[in-house]
């Protein structure tokens, strides 16, 4: 999944990065409204951490336009302590949730896995697909109630196709969501991680979850 990170303080956006990356998350980051605007135009984002006190164009302007040209990313507000006003019309400018500064990582982070699961449809931190368990809070993956151990790539790559289960992922969007673009990712790489992902999700199991199809891309579902 790929969050946007528009902060003008830039310890604390190198820090925000950093940590979301080591969760196994693209990271793209901005430090003023105008080119954070751009980037949620313009890049294929999963959710947005955005900052109120910006320059150029604050955080309440870079979210109400969003908004009004119908861009529908999900939009966590970061507030001063006690800012009210600004909770309040962050939520009704159309963010779908706030933290407020300081803040511990370990909350942001678990906002942002529940906006990418409500964007995602899926309602639980456990995401079933036939006997595979994948918990989206702590990472652990089980296939028929034995542990899977994943890379942090891996892990991004088989949750992305978990968010969109029952429905074809192309190979560019794996590519645009999961591995930076200026990485020198081509889709044959996604390939290879598919199959690291099917050695070890379903080698030795009759019914395969990970399916090719055929010219379009992959799809993560439970065989009938
Ligand atoms: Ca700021």
Do not use: C, W
Request: aromatic letters at 6%; charged letters at 30%.
């Amino acid at each position: 999944m790929r969050i946007l990170v528009v902060e003008d303080e830039k310890d604390l956006a190198s820090i925000m990065k950093q940590g979301l990356e080591e969760e196994g998350y693209v990271v793209d980051v901005a430090h003023d409204g105008e080119e954070g605007l751009y980037m949620a135009e313009n890049f294929p984002i999963d959710a947005v951490i955005l900052d109120i006190m910006l320059p150029i164009l604050d955080g309440l302007t870079v979210l109400a336009r969003m908004r009004k040209k119908g861009i529908m990313t999900p939009v966590i507000l970061l507030t001063a302590r006690d800012a009210l006003i600004d909770k309040i019309k962050g939520l009704d400018t159309g963010a779908d949730d706030y933290l407020t500064k300081p803040f511990v990582f370990q909350e942001l982070l678990a906002r942002v896995r529940s906006l990418l699961r409500r964007k995602g449809e899926v309602k639980q931190a456990v995401i079933q697909i036939g006997d595979l368990k994948i918990n989206t809070a702590s990472h652990e993956v089980s296939r028929n109630g034995k542990s899977v151990s994943l890379s942090a790539r891996e892990y991004a790559l088989l949750e992305f196709l978990a968010y969109k289960k029952d429905n074809v992922v192309s190979r560019s969007e794996i590519v645009e969501h999961i591995y930076h673009e200026d990485s020198d990712m081509d889709s044959n790489v996604v390939d290879v991680y598919v199959n690291y992902l099917r050695n070890k999700i379903d080698k030795g199991y009759d019914k395969k979850l990970i399916h090719t199809v055929r010219g379009a891309g992959y799809m993560l579902k439970k065989e009938e």
